[in-house]
């Protein structure tokens, strides 16, 4: 499979210009409420077989998590098994959005 990934320099360049995207944050609960993106939505690695419907089909779906690994990981199931074809992967995860982007997401 073919992982197609944004950096965080580049997600932040396209909502900043008002790209339309949508935002899936695929961390437990506890750690999206330590921190995550605006705007985007929670959807945890352990849910995402019962709740695909929830995943656009049509517009880019940026997957989201705390390094990139769990991200890709439904980046990969979403791919084999719907044959979604509109997804992103975050390379390194919010970490590195906090690295690169905005040093006040919290780190951890």
Do not use: K
């Not at 975050?90 to 590195?96: K, M, N, Q």
């Not at 690169?100 to 951890?108: A, G």
């Amino acid at each position: 499979m073919n992982i197609a990934a944004i950096s965080p320099v580049q997600l932040a360049s396209r909502l900043a210009a008002g790209d339309s995207l949508y935002l899936f944050d695929v961390r437990d609960p506890i750690e999206f409420d330590y921190c995550h993106l605006p705007g985007s939505v929670l959807l945890p690695l352990d849910e995402l077989p019962q709740r695909t419907d929830e995943v656009p089909d049509v517009g880019e779906v940026v997957l989201i998590c705390h390094h990139g690994v769990r991200s890709a990981q439904a980046l990969n199931y979403l791919q084999a098994r719907h044959g979604r074809t509109n997804l992103l992967n975050l390379r390194g995860g919010i970490d590195a959005w906090s690295c690169e982007v905005d040093p006040s997401v919290p780190r951890y």
